[in-house]
T-cell receptor, first 111, second 114 residues
Framework: GQQVMQIPQYQHVQEGEDFTTYCNSSTTLSNIQWYKQRPGGHPVFLIQLVKSGEVKKQKRLTFQFGEAKKNSSLHITATQTTDVGTYFCAGRSSNTGKLIFGQGTTLQVKP | EPEVTQTPSHQVTQMGQEVILRCVPISNHLYFYWYRQILGQKVEFLVSFYNNEISEKSEIFDDQFSVERPDGSNFTLKIRSTKLEDSAMYFC????????????FGPGTRLTVT
């Protein structure tokens, strides 16, 4: 079945350093979404990428969708303590509602 | 801002017992989902529901599970005979439509099976 792999599993950074998490799918995706889950919280939608090669920015966050629509990345510039949490990518292989989540990358930021 | 609500926030049950987890999706949303997250692990899709029927389900969603929309607002997940491995956080989500629309997640119900 379709699998979505995400690396790294954990990342500890000093406040101000950059952070990147990578997502790879075993199949071509129709779109990919990114969610953030704070400790003890629920997934909160961040963004969706649909087009091949798409790049979107939200302040310090940059999201990319690969040309082949099988991989994606999230890059945070100059991390802050408020960025702490687990970042999940979630892919769809068709236009159904089913999201296949990656394992998530847990970000810890040391002040 | 409208939000998905779930009750209870925490449910403790004994192995073999039936549990019903309840969700109130956002009112103008038509598609509803249940996901499961075992502690420290990824979010796993269980089932999607539209127009009063299941539209898709995963391998996890076996005969022990069922979903229902008993009235115009609630969406429930029933586990008939709970097992220890059913202990997890269960998230309900809803969206206006499937496909390219974002899903709004509820706060979750933590199910503990003893």
């Amino acid at each position: 079945g379709q699998q979505v792999m995400q690396i790294p599993q954990y990342q500890h950074v000093q406040e101000g350093e950059d952070f990147t998490t990578y997502c790879n799918s075993s199949t071509t995706l129709s779109n990919i979404q990114w969610y953030k889950q704070r400790p003890g919280g629920h997934p909160v939608f961040l963004i969706q990428l649909v087009k091949s090669g798409e790049v979107k920015k939200q302040k310090r966050l940059t999201f990319q969708f690969g040309e082949a629509k099988k991989n994606s990345s999230l890059h945070i510039t100059a991390t802050q303590t408020t960025d702490v949490g687990t970042y999940f990518c979630a892919g769809r292989s068709s236009n159904t509602g089913k999201l296949i989540f990656g394992q998530g990358t847990t970000l810890q930021v040391k002040p | 801002e409208p939000e998905v609500t779930q009750t209870p926030s925490h449910q403790v049950t004994q192995m073999g017992q039936e549990v019903i987890l309840r969700c109130v999706p956002i009112s103008n949303h038509l598609y509803f989902y249940w996901y499961r997250q075992i502690l420290g692990q990824k979010v796993e899709f269980l089932v999607s529901f539209y127009n009063n029927e299941i539209s898709e389900k995963s391998e996890i969603f076996d005969d022990q599970f069922s979903v229902e929309r008993p009235d115009g607002s609630n969406f429930t997940l029933k586990i008939r005979s709970t097992k220890l491995e059913d202990s997890a956080m269960y998230f309900c989500a809803s969206s206006v439509r499937p496909g390219t629309y974002e899903q709004y997640f509820g706060p979750g119900t933590r199910l503990t099976v003893t």
